[in-house]
Structures are given as C-alpha cells and as structure tokens.
C-alpha cells in the first residue's frame, strides 16, 4: 500500500514535471524546444502548427512514404495551411516557409547563413565546399571521361536516393545511429564520386603545368599568370594557384570541385529539360522563340556572343517561367545557431530548420494569378513591377546566393537557341502524367521527353 502510494505520487510528480516542461518543449516529439513569440503570444497568431500523423509531432510523418509520396505530402500540407508554418520533430523544431515575406527576411539575415539539415546529409559528399560545371569552370575535356562521367552521375543519383531515405527517418538524422545502421551502401557512391574528382584535379595540373611552361617565354613566372587579371583561367586553375600560395589544400580543392560539378550540371539540365518540354508544349510561344532567334542569331552563329543572346527578351521571359514552375532546387535550408528572431515575431530556439519551400513559394496565388499556367509574358517588366521581389527566387538571394546563376542562365539559353535554330521541338509527354520526386534537386518518375524534327 505504502508503496503503491509512493509510485502514485512519482507518477504524478512526474506527469506534472512533463506538462510544465512541455510549455518550453513539445516532449513528445522528442523534445523539441518550442517557438515562441516576441511579444508572448500563442504562436499560432504568426503561423499554424501543422498536425502530425502520430502523437509524436511531426516525427513520423514521412516514414515509409516513398519519394513521390514525400514530394505530394509536401505540396499538399503547404495547400493545407496556406501560410509557412512549423512542425516538431524529433527533436527539431522546423519553420517552413512558403511565402515570399518571411523568405526575404531569412535570406537576408546575417545571422542565418548556416545551411540545414538536408546539407549536412550531404556532407559526406561535399565535405565544406561552397554550398554546403562544369567543363568550362574546370578546364578539362569531359569526353574522354564519358564512361567514369556516367557513373559519377549514377554515383550522386543513388546518394541523393540515401538521402531521401534518411531525410524522411528521423531515426537516420543522428548522424551516430546513421553511422551505426543506415550508412552501409554509402561508402562505394562516395568513393566513385571522389574518385571522379581526384582524376580531374589530377589531369587539370598536368595541362596547367603544360600551358604554363608552354606561356613561359611570354610570362616571367607563375606568380605573374596569377595575377595578370586579362588572362582567363579556368575555376580549377585559380584553386592550383590557392594551393600553391598554401591558401588551400588538396582536399579543399576536392570539396570545391565535387560541389561545382554537383551544383553545376544537374541544375542546369534539369532547366534545360523543363525547358525544352515547355517548348515543345506551347508551340505558340516556342514560334515567338524562334522568331526572335532568327532575327538577331546568324544560321551558323557566327555573331553568337552575350550581347547578341541579351537581345533575346522572350526567350528569357520563357526560361525565367520554366524556373518558376519547375526550379531546379525546389527546397533550400538553414539552421539556427543561437536564439533567433525573425522580423515575423517568431523566435525560433537555436538548433532550429528553416525550410523555404521555393515550389510553393513560386505557386503561390498570393503572387502569381493562375499559378499553374505556363505564362512566360509575367515576366514582362510591365508584369513584373508590382511583384514581391522574393516571389521568384530559383538562384536563391541574399548572401548565399548561386554563384553560377548567370553561367546557368547562359548556358541554358545557348543550348536552346542551337536546338530551335535546327529543330522544332514536339510533345511526347503529358504534363499531367508528371509524378514529381523529392530529392536534392527537383526529380520526376516519368522520364521527360520531347521530339526533335529538322527544320526544313
Ligand atoms: C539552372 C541552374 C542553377 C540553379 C537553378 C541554381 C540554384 C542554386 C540555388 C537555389 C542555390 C542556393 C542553395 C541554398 O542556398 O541552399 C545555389 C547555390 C550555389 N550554386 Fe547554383 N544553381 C544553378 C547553377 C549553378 C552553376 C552552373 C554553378 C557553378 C558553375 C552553381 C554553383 C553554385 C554554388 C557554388 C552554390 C553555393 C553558394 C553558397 O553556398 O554560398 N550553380 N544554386
């Protein structure tokens, strides 16, 4: 009797100790430290919590949901809530952010420039490197390379499927138990894609050293290439010459390679494929195209060089569209370091996610009337003017931003201009077929098709 009295008492004790601490913590999902307002109110006046699938938050919500599944959950929790929001799990309190307001805010706080969670899954392959392509910022040929160049993509391609796999069980997210039971398949991705890394460093300073002795009677020494700003160097060369004046090391360099050849080549392609699927769906605005082509680009592209391709004003309305519908990072993090507050009111605890979901960001009807519709002519500057700046963000802002945006935007345009100069563009796909996948970059089941016919 005694002791059951004393085991009552303890029970209750300790109910009673769990619903104080649930004020500061949502103890069933592990103990997230809870958001909080500035000016004490429930934080559901600046933005809903969402509900999670089991008592335990938000924990569970995308375990054993597949890679379309959690890519639709998404899309359908932000049509739910309408504005950016937060959820609890594991540990973890998460703002997500699907207006354009609070973006600006984040992205251009000083204090929020440490990247989330979904980086530091990739860490393993990227180490440091910015972030955390392309032939032209390495200075290497990659044709020669074809065979080892389609592993490494198939390489990035099952990381990114271990890290969907970790991203939606939060067991995996503590990096020790990842270690312990998730890690295994790992270790020969990763060895494949530094590998691919290694061997172009490698070659790079063969024909660096080459150039260079080749330059000699014209240049005095290495140190006066460096700094003769008139000679153009590839990325991978300036990086040699960091290595040389011991301002960077051999694995510094790796990390800075495998994030250009990460950041640079699926991003671009996959606004490339969108691209040339939108253009082969609109064949109205694929004629505007080409009209504007033919008359400022020569049939053999003689006069092909950034002025010429500037005068393209559809064409660039057309490929800013694309982005918007299909950006080529559809999601982007950070973590908070200390106690934050956010220009909102809310105040987020340190060792908070801030998730910006630039999907949704850029269908928001708050910014975008018919937000599904392919309308390239938004982009007008007449159409543009009342719009938030930070409604459309595909290279992100603010101090992180993407440094290869302008290349990107360069590259994509060129490749579309030489495509449309020689082929009109068909459908073989159906939009509404289009299951897309989460991953690092935006992926879909189905593969995107077109049909090229030659002009006559
Ligand atoms: C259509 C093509 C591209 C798109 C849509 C794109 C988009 C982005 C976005 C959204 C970010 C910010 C990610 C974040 O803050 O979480 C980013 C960062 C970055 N991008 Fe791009 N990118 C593209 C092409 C490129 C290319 C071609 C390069 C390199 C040649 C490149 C290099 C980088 C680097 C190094 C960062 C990291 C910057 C930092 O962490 O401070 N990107 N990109």
Same mark, same amino acid.
């Given at each position: 009797?005694?002791?059951?009295?004393?085991?009552?008492?303890?029970?209750?004790?300790?109910?009673?100790?769990?619903?104080?601490?649930?004020?500061?913590?949502?103890?069933?999902?592990?103990?997230?430290?809870?958001?909080?307002?500035?000016?004490?109110?429930?934080?559901?006046?600046?933005?809903?919590?969402?509900?999670?699938?089991?008592?335990?938050?938000?924990?569970?919500?995308?375990?054993?949901?597949?890679?379309?599944?959690?890519?639709?959950?998404?899309?359908?929790?932000?049509?739910?809530?309408?504005?950016?929001?937060?959820?609890?799990?594991?540990?973890?309190?998460?703002?997500?952010?699907?207006?354009?307001?609070?973006?600006?805010?984040?992205?251009?706080?000083?204090?929020?420039?440490?990247?989330?969670?979904?980086?530091?899954?990739?860490?393993?392959?990227?180490?440091?490197?910015?972030?955390?392509?392309?032939?032209?910022?390495?200075?290497?040929?990659?044709?020669?390379?074809?065979?080892?160049?389609?592993?490494?993509?198939?390489?990035?391609?099952?990381?990114?499927?271990?890290?969907?796999?970790?991203?939606?069980?939060?067991?995996?997210?503590?990096?020790?138990?990842?270690?312990?039971?998730?890690?295994?398949?790992?270790?020969?991705?990763?060895?494949?894609?530094?590998?691919?890394?290694?061997?172009?460093?490698?070659?790079?300073?063969? $024909?660096?050293? +080459? %150039? /260079?002795? &080749?330059?000699?009677?014209?240049?005095?020494?290495?140190? =006066?290439?460096?700094?003769?700003? !008139?000679?153009?160097?590839?990325?991978?060369?300036?990086?040699?010459?960091?290595?040389?004046?011991?301002?960077?090391?051999?694995?510094?360099?790796?990390?800075?390679?495998?994030?250009?050849?990460?950041?640079?080549?699926?991003?671009?392609?996959?606004?490339?494929?969108?691209?040339?699927?939108?253009?082969?769906?609109?064949?109205?605005?694929?004629? $505007?195209?080409? +009209? %504007? /082509?033919? &008359?400022?680009?020569?049939?053999?592209?003689?006069?092909? =060089?950034?002025?010429?391709?500037? !005068?393209?004003?559809?064409?660039?309305?057309?490929?800013?569209?694309?982005?918007?519908?299909?950006?080529?990072?559809?999601?982007?993090?950070?973590?908070?370091?200390?106690?934050?507050?956010?220009?909102?009111?809310?105040?987020?605890?340190?060792?908070?996610?801030?998730?910006?979901?630039?999907?949704?960001?850029?269908?928001?009807?708050?910014?975008?009337?018919?937000?599904? %519709?392919?309308?390239?002519?938004?982009?007008?500057?007449?159409?543009?003017? =009342?719009?938030?700046?930070?409604?459309?963000?595909?290279?992100?802002?603010?101090?992180?931003?993407?440094?290869?945006?302008?290349?990107?935007?360069?590259?994509?345009?060129?490749?579309?201009?030489?495509?449309?100069?020689?082929?009109?563009?068909?459908?073989?796909?159906?939009?509404?077929?289009?299951?897309?996948?989460?991953?690092?970059?935006?992926?879909?089941?189905?593969?995107?098709?077109?049909?090229?016919?030659?002009?006559?």
């Amino acid at each position: 009797m005694g002791l059951g009295l004393l085991l009552l008492i303890a029970l209750g004790t300790l109910i009673f100790w769990l619903y104080r601490l649930n004020k500061e913590y949502y103890v069933l999902a592990f103990f997230a430290k809870r958001v909080k307002t500035k000016d004490g109110r429930p934080v559901e006046y600046i933005a809903p919590i969402a509900d999670g699938r089991t008592i335990f938050g938000n924990s569970f919500d995308l375990i054993g949901r597949n890679e379309a599944e959690v890519f639709s959950d998404m899309r359908n929790r932000t049509k739910k809530m309408c504005r950016s929001y937060i959820e609890y799990a594991m540990g973890t309190s998460i703002f997500c952010i699907i207006d354009a307001d609070n973006l600006e805010a984040v992205l251009n706080d000083q204090n929020l420039i440490t990247k989330g969670m979904v980086y530091e899954f990739l860490q393993p392959a990227l180490h440091t490197g910015l972030l955390t392509s392309t032939e032209t910022a390495m200075g290497i040929k990659l044709d020669d390379m074809a065979a080892k160049g389609d592993r490494y993509r198939q390489s990035f391609s099952m990381i990114e499927k271990i890290f969907i796999r970790r991203f939606s069980n939060p067991i995996y997210w503590s990096d020790t138990l990842y270690e312990l039971f998730g890690s295994m398949e790992d270790k020969r991705f990763l060895r494949d894609v530094h590998e691919f890394s290694s061997e172009i460093i490698a070659k790079r300073r063969i $024909l660096l050293a +080459q %150039e /260079i002795k &080749e330059r000699g009677s014209s240049q005095e020494a290495d140190d =006066d290439i460096y700094i003769n700003k !008139k000679q153009r160097f590839a990325m991978l060369d300036t990086l040699i010459f960091a290595e040389k004046d011991g301002l960077i090391d051999h694995a510094g360099i790796c990390e800075e390679v495998d994030t250009l050849m990460f950041e640079g080549f699926d991003t671009t392609s996959i606004g490339l494929i969108f691209g040339l699927m939108n253009m082969s769906l609109y064949q109205d605005k694929q004629e $505007l195209c080409y +009209q %504007e /082509i033919s &008359e400022h680009i020569a049939d053999d592209f003689s006069n092909l =060089d950034l002025n010429q391709v500037s !005068k393209l004003k559809y064409l660039e309305c057309f490929v800013k569209e694309t982005m918007r519908l299909f950006p080529s990072v559809p999601i982007m993090s950070r973590k908070t370091l200390k106690e934050t507050e956010l220009a909102n009111g809310l105040i987020l605890p340190p060792g908070a996610q801030i998730v910006m979901h630039i999907f949704d960001v850029h269908r928001n009807p708050k910014y975008w009337s018919s937000p599904e %519709e392919f309308q390239p002519e938004r982009f007008f500057p007449e159409n543009s003017r =009342d719009r938030h700046t930070y409604a459309y963000v595909p290279f992100s802002a603010g101090q992180r931003n993407c440094i290869g945006q302008k290349f990107a935007l360069l590259e994509m345009k060129t490749l579309l201009i030489v495509i449309l100069k020689k082929f009109i563009v068909l459908p073989l796909v159906d939009p509404k077929d289009i299951v897309f996948h989460t991953g690092i970059t935006l992926r879909c089941k189905n593969d995107i098709r077109v049909k090229l016919v030659r002009r006559s």
